[in-house]
């Protein structure tokens, strides 16, 4: 088992520019979740799916960020344009069930940073 | 490689009583940081407790506490007087300098009243 892929593993770009993150989730997992990771407001929950729906994006700052599900084994995190506040830790994580009281599984984040 | 393992997928604890959820991590460096993250239905991450691995001393936090044994590199949470608010997910979650952060998969804590 890969566990749960990101790449990249580290970004650099300038302010205006668009990112997009990827994540790949365990095979078998209908759940899968966006954290940020920021030195000032810790570890946030930015969006949430279910079997591919997203079922909570309270999380997500701003209409410059947006995510998508195409399908079970992929998802993208998408900021445009990016500032250099976004500059933080992105992880991706899934799970069996989108109950909230399943075990995740965390990928290794994304280092971004945004000059 | 799981670099952060909790083994207890479920623990359950009467209300008012004392629970420990354990947590072990992997490494090779000597400085670096573990944390206990509690995640209620709401789903957001809340920060428990933090140790820093230089400290000999075990971190407090009124009810929380941690057992922090660097050797065995073993790093669990007791909660004391649990309360029907302490039911959630706990994530264990280790850094370092040149690590990123690592989280297990998680243990939850039911709460009975």
């Known amino acids: 088992d890969a566990g749960v892929i990101q790449s990249p593993r580290h970004e650099v770009t300038e302010m205006g520019q668009e990112v997009t993150l990827r994540c790949k989730p365990i095979s078998g997992h209908n759940s899968l979740f966006w954290y940020r990771q920021t030195m000032m407001r810790g570890l946030e929950l930015l969006i949430y799916f279910n079997n591919n729906v997203p079922i909570d994006d309270s999380g997500m700052p701003e209409d410059r960020f947006s995510a998508k599900m195409p399908n079970a084994s992929f998802s993208t995190l998408k900021i445009q344009p990016s500032e250099p506040r976004d500059s933080a830790v992105y992880f991706c994580?899934?799970?069996?069930?989108?109950?909230?009281?399943?075990?995740?599984?965390f990928g290794p984040g994304t280092r971004l940073t945004v000059t | 490689a799981q670099t952060v393992t909790q083994s207890q997928p479920e623990m359950s604890v009467q209300e008012a009583e004392t629970v420990t959820l354990s947590c072990t991590y992997d490494t090779s460096e000597s400085d670096y940081y573990l944390f206990w993250y509690k995640q209620p239905p709401s789903r957001q991450m809340i920060l428990v407790i933090r140790q820093e691995a230089y400290k000999q001393q075990n971190a407090t936090e009124n009810r929380f506490s941690v057992n922090f044994q660097k050797a065995a590199k073993s790093f669990s949470l007791k909660i004391s007087d649990s309360q029907l608010g302490d039911a959630a997910m706990y994530f264990c979650?280790?850094?370092?300098?040149?690590?990123?952060?690592?989280f297990g998969a998680g243990t939850r804590l039911t709460v009975k009243p």
């Open positions: 979650a280790y850094r370092s300098w040149v690590d990123d952060m690592r």
């Open positions: 994580a899934s799970s069996r069930s989108g109950q909230a009281d399943y075990e995740q599984y």
